[in-house]
Structures are given as C-alpha cells and as structure tokens.
C-alpha cells in the first residue's frame, strides 16, 4: 500500500520548512508569492491532504458541528439546513446533520452521538420546551443555539421568531377580510414556538369576540394524512370554516389537497394562510399566503451566533437570545368571505 504523503513530503518537494508548509495551509499572512505558489504546487503533484485528525488534536478543535432538525422531509428544516451547511462549508466547518421525527428520545440519542464525535458545538432546530437535557448543556457552557425553537425558563441560546405575533397576524388577515369560522391546524404544545402561536391565535379570536371552538382546532402530531382527514372531515359538516390558519406550509398544502377534493375552490370557497414561507409556497400554481420565518437569517443567525461561542469570541455568561419580527406575505390562497 502506497503511504500517506505528509506535510514532510510538501517541504522537501518545495524546498522549504515543514512550518512554511503549515503556515500556508492555515492561511498565514506574510508568506511571499513565489513560496506559496510552490508549496501549493508541491501540494497539488503530491496528491497531499490534510490529516484532520492530527489537526483537530493539534488545535483541541475538529471544525465539526452537529446540526438537529425535527423533520428532514419538511422543506423548512430542509431549506434551513442547506442555509447552514453552505456557510459553514465556506467557512471551512463540517456539519453533521441529524433527524429526530420530533421524537425526545432521539432527539437525546443525536445529541449524545454528537457530542461523542467530538462536535465544537450543536445547531438545535426542534426540541421540548420543558428539555433538560438543553439545559444540563447550556450550563455545562457547551456551545448549543437553538433556531425556531426554545425551551421555558432563561437557560438557552436560541434564534427565533415572534410567534405568538406571526399567529396574531395571521388571524387579523383572516378576520379583517370578514372570516369568523376560522380553523386552526397547529401540532403539540410541548413545542414552545407552537405554543406561543397558540396564545397569538386565542388573542386575535378575542381581540375581535369570535368565540374559540375547539371543534376546529387541530393540535396532535405533524402528519400530512391526519391533518388532511381532519380538514376533510370539517369541509364536510354543515358548518364548515370559511378559513384555516395552519402553522406550517407543509401542512397547508394539506388543507389545499382537501379543499381540491371537496371541489371547493381556493380563495372563493375556503382560505388559506400558512407559516414558514417555504420556497414551494411563492409557486404561481400555488401562491400561498403566508407567515415568513425569515429562514435565511434565522438559520444564518443561529450559524453565526454559534461560531461565535466556539470560538470564543461571545460571551455565554448571559444567554444569546434573538427575536425576529414576522412578516405577512399575502399570496393568492386568501380572499374575502362569502
């Protein structure tokens, strides 16, 4: 078996130190022209690589994170998460990514996987508001940021959006174009950011004296076919919402496949207004109106904020705690009541 080429092998080909070789590796400043020029050639004639292992030994640091989300198949963490690994490779880190299915106990698992593969730190995008496990870490000072999520209580970084006004929004838009039978698709209320959509949803209802019916309120697990069953069941009764506010884009889609079957027609007969802005959501054949959760900066933030505390450069005495405003983007999926 041909051996590895070392970095002794660079400076003997290039004719210069092994700390030459190490310095333009790490980009050093300082190193003239033509020495660069031949040790990248030597380089590129060698066939050499670095050895990460011996470097993340070297620098006590392996430039890996880990980066968590809750449901790869929906296109918000999807979209969130390319966000992240983009700039981190630019940057020159390494993300693990791992799926939980919103479950507790995998989302444990991952963080115990991560941790002993030696991660400089965890990017969190779905966790249990009452998660002591988030708290055991950001006590311990392990760098963690959470985005479109958080936990109850002071001990978290996290970058996310107002949600209990997103929901408020939401529903105004709803009720200023006349809806008052307005159905609610949300998830489990362990999730902080769905519960403060909840409190949004209940204080426009109020604001405007529309009773709550918890007849048309859906709150149990992420499923395209459960919460599509539920819509059609609802499109079906004699009484049926005129609007449904639905608490992710994914799941609105779900509500558009119910009315379509319903022959029902979008915004004529039913409207529609959705949470996330996911990509497939500005669509021509689709235009769904919608609350944007700004994933770009969200999951750009949530990056950043997080490097900052690897690399030392941020304090983590007082936690990280940034707050997105929400923005109504008004597509074709809502219109006035009949």
Request: charged share 25%; net charge positive; proline share 3%.
């Amino acid at each position: 078996m041909k051996s590895r080429v070392s970095a002794y092998d660079v400076a003997r080909k290039a004719g210069v130190s092994q700390s030459t070789v190490s310095r333009v590796l790490n980009n050093f400043p300082h190193i003239k022209e033509g020495t660069k020029k031949k040790v990248l050639a030597a380089i590129e004639e060698l066939g050499f690589t670095r050895d990460e292992i011996a470097r993340s030994l070297a620098e006590k640091k392996t430039r890996t994170i880990g980066l968590i989300i809750g449901d790869i198949t929906n296109p918000f963490f999807a979209e969130s998460a390319g966000v992240i690994m983009g700039k981190a490779a630019e940057l020159e880190y390494d993300v693990i990514i791992c799926n939980t299915n919103h479950q507790d106990d995998n989302l444990e698992k991952s963080i115990k996987m991560l941790i002993g593969k030696r991660v400089d730190g965890i990017i969190i995008a779905a966790v249990n508001r009452y998660s002591k496990k988030i708290k055991e870490l950001y006590e311990a000072q392990f760098p963690v940021v959470l985005y479109n999520s958080s936990i109850e209580g002071n001990h978290a970084n996290f970058i996310v959006l107002d949600n209990e006004k997103g929901a408020y929004i939401a529903v105004k838009h709803l009720v200023e174009l006349g809806h008052r039978n307005i159905a609610y698709i949300s998830g489990p209320s362990k999730f902080l950011t769905l519960h403060q959509r909840d409190i949004g949803y209940k204080k426009a209802l109020g604001e405007y004296g529309i009773p709550y019916n918890q007849r048309l309120i859906y709150d149990r697990e992420f499923s395209y076919r459960e919460i599509y069953q539920f819509a059609y069941k609802l499109l079906c009764s004699k009484d049926k919402p005129t609007s449904f506010f639905v608490t992710s884009d994914q799941m609105a889609l779900a509500i558009l496949d119910a009315a379509a079957n319903h022959n029902l027609e979008v915004p004529k007969d039913v409207s529609v207004i959705g949470f996330d802005d996911i990509n497939i959501s500005s669509n021509q054949y689709i235009g769904l109106t919608t609350i944007s959760q700004k994933k770009e900066t969200m999951a750009s933030l949530a990056l950043e904020k997080l490097l900052l505390l690897i690399e030392g450069k941020g304090s983590i005495s007082m936690p990280i705690q940034v707050v997105l405003e929400p923005k109504l983007i008004i597509r074709k999926t809502t219109g006035r009541a009949n």
